[in-house]
């Protein structure tokens, strides 16, 4: 566990699932009131603990807990963790809030999903449904002066996703909106699980790109300047993989000749590919399921008639 300031305001906290590091980042706002983005999984709630006690955060101080989607390397913890913050309230997408009030489908699904990462992540416990607010777009929760926590739907990467503008930095807690950001290699790659959908994450991109924002607070992982240069990299990095998907189906080629040819070339996963092939989790999920969730769109749904710029 590793604690780092952004800002005056904002913290990091690495919680270092499984002993990785520079993977799961929780982020805390502290202002009139004190909220945290984003908890990682069950298994490393008390790393987290560990760094909210470094930042001195006292149990009745906090006040929402706020994550982008339901998946368990980002929410999984929720449960563990606001049994120790009383006052606290958990923000959600509505479509997600009744999954962390009985988690036992979402454990069940992400078993068959993610085998043994899921094992790595540890079950997630439920959440008090009298805690969760079921959060819409256009939302705000007041954190200090000028700082606030504005809800913004961005879909695509999950049927349920939300990122967090917060005007003060000017700044957006993207979840899985953006990608994962490799901060050790500098690049960008793909996080396009079942049930992608391609068509939305480009519209979600455009959202966040409306926003004009100066930085993104990604929770794989870090924080990153030139935020406008990375959604618009991000953007044209789907589209790429889309139609190299698109031009193999179009061979009758399969996943694995798919998986190749975008590691030979999507520039960004060829500069990444040895830090992927030897991490733990991203080994697993880049070139297989991530490929897959894209190539699964294409052949059910072909390329957006129009690919949507930014």
């Known amino acids: 566990m590793s604690v780092a300031k952004m800002d005056e305001h904002i913290s990091m906290i690495d919680v270092e699932v499984a002993g990785i590091k520079h993977f799961i980042a929780s982020y805390v706002l502290i202002g009139e009131n004190i909220a945290i983005v984003e908890t990682g999984p069950s298994s490393s709630i008390q790393n987290l603990i560990r760094g909210l006690t470094d930042l001195g955060i006292k ?16 929410a999984g913890g929720v449960g563990a ?23 036992e489908k979402l454990w069940q699904q992400s078993k068959m999903a ?11 416990e ?18 200090g002066k000028d700082m606030a926590l504005r809800v913004v739907e961005t879909l695509g990467h999950a049927s349920h996703h939300l990122s967090y503008y917060e005007p003060l930095s000017n700044g957006v807690f993207v979840g899985d909106a953006a990608g994962i950001y490799l901060s050790d290699v500098g690049v960008i790659v793909p996080t396009t699980p079942l049930p992608f959908r391609l068509d939305k994450a ?13 930085v993104l607070y990604y929770t794989h992982f870090g924080m990153a300047e030139n935020a406008m240069e990375k959604l618009h990299a991000y953007a044209d990095q789907l589209k790429l993989w889309a139609c190299i998907a698109k031009q193999s189906l179009d061979k009758g080629e399969g996943l694995e000749e798919i998986s190749r040819k975008i590691a030979e070339k999507d520039g960004a996963v060829k500069k990444a590919m040895e830090h992927i092939k030897a991490h733990r989790i991203l080994g697993e999920t880049v070139l297989k399921t991530s490929v897959f969730g894209v190539v699964d769109f294409v ?3 072909g390329l957006p008639i129009n690919f949507i710029g930014l």
């Open 59 to 74: 149990p009745d101080e906090v006040s929402y807990i706020a994550v982008s989607h339901i998946h368990l390397d980002h």
């Open 81 to 103: 963790l606001i049994k120790h913050f009383p006052k606290a309230r958990v923000i959600v997408h509505e479509k997600g809030a009744p999954h962390l009030a009985n988690p």
């Open 114 to 124: 993610l085998g043994g990462i899921a094992e790595i992540y540890g079950e997630p």
């Open 126 to 143: 439920p959440v008090p449904a009298d805690r969760i607010i079921a959060a819409k777009d256009g939302m705000t929760f007041k954190i």
């Open 202 to 214: 480009l519209a979600s991109l455009k959202k966040l790109a409306d926003l004009k924002p100066s």
């Open 299 to 301: 052949k059910n749904f």
